[in-house]
T-cell receptor
Framework: AQKVTQAQTEISVVEKEDVTLDCVYE???????LFWYKQPPSGELVFLIR??????QNEISGRYSWNFQKSTSSFNFTITASQVVDSAVYFC??????????????FGTGTLLAVQP | DTEVTQTPKHLVMGMTNKKSLKCEQH?????MYWYKQKAKKPPELMFV???????INESVPSRFSPECPNSSLLNLHLHALQPEDSALYLC??????????FGPGTRLTVL
């Protein structure tokens, strides 16, 4: 069975604090893809990152960084020096490798991040 | 052009109405998706079109009818909906080995 768990339902931090959003996944596939999406109050899901199962290098993009650890089936997301604009629901998702253009996302339940000024 | 557009942004309809949601992308993506999202929940997949053919239907009631007129357009026809169908409807597109890119959604209210 494939599953994504985001155990943190809500997190509240004060601006400039660092915050880590946890994501744990389950899959029997040896090849798979992991994603993070941001959903601000406006509703649009914004693609943040895609990581394939063979690439365990950590990635940094500005204030965002991702830590992929296959040994613990985790793909955690850290925001450094958080800002009010980071307030949103963040979804972690897993995709098995389908043929062709299709990939079917299995979403976690999301973590609501509230950054207070 | 790296976006997915959806119209309308908001829709209010009665249970006897027929309406359509529209989605468009010009990224050359060959897969397009409809999702339904209720408040405080993750998106739920409804339909997937791959190369303009319906490839996945997640046991969606027939009052929702998808249509893919061409590789850039995706419609969702609505008829005889129930109040519990009120939700945010999201369209997405993707290409091989890439993530899905989502539109801003249509907030649907069924009275």
């Amino acid at each position: 069975a494939q599953k994504v768990t985001q155990a943190q339902t809500e997190i509240s931090v004060v601006e400039k604090e660092d915050v880590t959003l946890d994501c744990v996944y389950e899959t029997r596939d040896t090849t798979y893809y992991l994603f993070w999406y941001k959903q601000p109050p406006s509703g649009e899901l914004v693609f943040l990152i895609r990581r394939n199962s063979f690439d365990e290098q950590n990635e940094i993009s500005g204030r965002y960084s991702w830590n992929f650890q296959k040994s613990t089936s985790s793909f955690n997301f850290t925001i450094t020096a958080s800002q009010v604009v980071d307030s949103a629901v963040y979804f972690c998702a897993l995709s098995p490798p389908y043929g062709g253009a299709t990939n079917k996302l299995i979403f976690g339940t999301g973590t609501l991040l509230a950054v207070q000024p | 052009d790296t976006e997915v557009t959806q119209t309308p942004k908001h829709l209010v309809m009665g249970m006897t109405n027929k309406k359509s949601l529209k989605c468009e992308q010009h990224m050359g993506h060959r897969a397009m998706y409809w999702y339904k999202q209720k408040a405080k929940k993750p998106p739920e997949l409804m339909f997937v079109y791959s190369y303009e053919k319906l490839s996945i239907n997640e046991s969606v009631p027939s009052r929702f009818s998808p249509e893919c007129p061409n590789s850039s357009l995706l419609n969702l026809h609505l008829h005889a909906l129930q109040p519990e169908d009120s939700a945010l409807y999201l369209c997405a597109s993707s290409q091989e080995l890439a993530g899905q890119f989502f539109g801003p959604g249509t907030r649907l209210t069924v009275l």
